[in-house]
């Protein structure tokens, strides 16, 4: 019979309720709170409120934590990225939640060090059409939705970085995330039957061979990704998957193109080998 009070048994675990509070987008109290959480085996249900920017606001979220304290019969877990002191007072005085202040974990130290004032701005693009950071990172996700798979040659010596692979392997996701999160332009093209029986790369991407990075993936996990595609089709057959990936392996070694395998990697553990590896003149964050 399973001792149901083992504490390494997951399914035994209570629920801890974990709310992100921000009075911006929540974003940056999400993310840095997962990366936090990632650490415990813990159950969880999350919740985001963001734009929480007035005192108003401020007494609903506590009436939320407090809610949540009184059913899970736990002391939910409280991220929060606010700028706004009153709002931050109102609720580090009412809620029955644990209460993780990031901010004031970094921002104030970094005031006394610094010995200069943080402008206590609220969220990353407070004001999006002044950003002349923001405006870029339009740009490109604008230049890489244009050069998602192969679709245009025009402008390709702007691109940042260019990916390639056989389709399926992860080269649109991580153009898009390369984009949205540095503020990258960047293409991709899809390795395809006729580039391996001609043995080169596709003749648009050799001057600029520099910026090429390969993804690959285990064919078995090819398959499955593709059968979900098209079922039963020749292009998800695993006979076909381990051809295409061998050839496209093989055209990355003969041509000296940096690659890595895509098939345990998230987008983010696949962008930041590649820009490790490829050095992109300029990073946005």
């Not at 997951?10 to 309720?17: I, L, N």
């Not at 702007?158 to 990916?163: A, E, G, H």
């Not at 998957?241 to 345990?264: Q, Y």
């Amino acid at each position: 019979m399973q001792d149901t009070d083992d504490p390494n048994d997951f399914t035994s675990m209570p629920q801890r309720t974990v709310f992100f509070v921000s009075d911006g987008t929540g974003i940056t109290a999400e993310t840095f709170g997962n990366a936090i959480l990632a650490q415990f085996e813990a159950k969880t249900r999350m919740v985001r409120l963001p734009f929480v920017d007035t005192v108003d606001k401020a007494h609903q979220v506590v009436r939320q934590i407090n809610h949540a304290a009184e059913l899970d019969g736990s002391r939910p877990i409280v991220f929060t990225t606010l700028v706004n002191m009153e709002v931050l007072e109102v609720i580090q005085g009412s809620c029955n939640g644990m209460l993780l202040d990031m901010f004031g974990m970094f921002v104030h130290p970094l005031e006394q060090e610094l010995q200069i004032k943080s402008n206590h701005r609220i969220g990353r693009f407070s004001d999006a059409s002044k950003s002349k950071e923001y405006q870029n990172r339009i740009e490109a996700i604008n230049f890489s939705l244009a050069h998602d798979d192969g679709q245009s040659n025009r402008d390709l010596e702007q691109s940042d970085v260019i990916l390639v692979g056989v389709s399926r392997s992860g080269k649109t996701p991580t153009s898009l995330y390369l984009a949205m999160q540095y503020g990258l332009k960047a293409s991709n093209y899809p390795l395809i039957p006729e580039d391996f029986d001609r043995r080169q790369l596709p003749p648009a991407l050799v001057p600029h061979k520099a910026k090429i990075f390969g993804l690959t993936i285990q064919p078995e996990r090819l398959s499955e990704i593709r059968n979900e595609r098209r079922p039963h089709s020749k292009y998800a057959s695993l006979e076909n998957c381990r051809n295409e990936v061998a050839e496209a392996e093989a055209m990355m070694r003969r041509t000296g193109i940096r690659w890595l395998s895509t098939t345990t990697k998230s987008i983010e553990e696949i962008a930041t080998t590649i820009l490790q590896e490829i050095h992109p003149g300029r990073l946005e964050y």
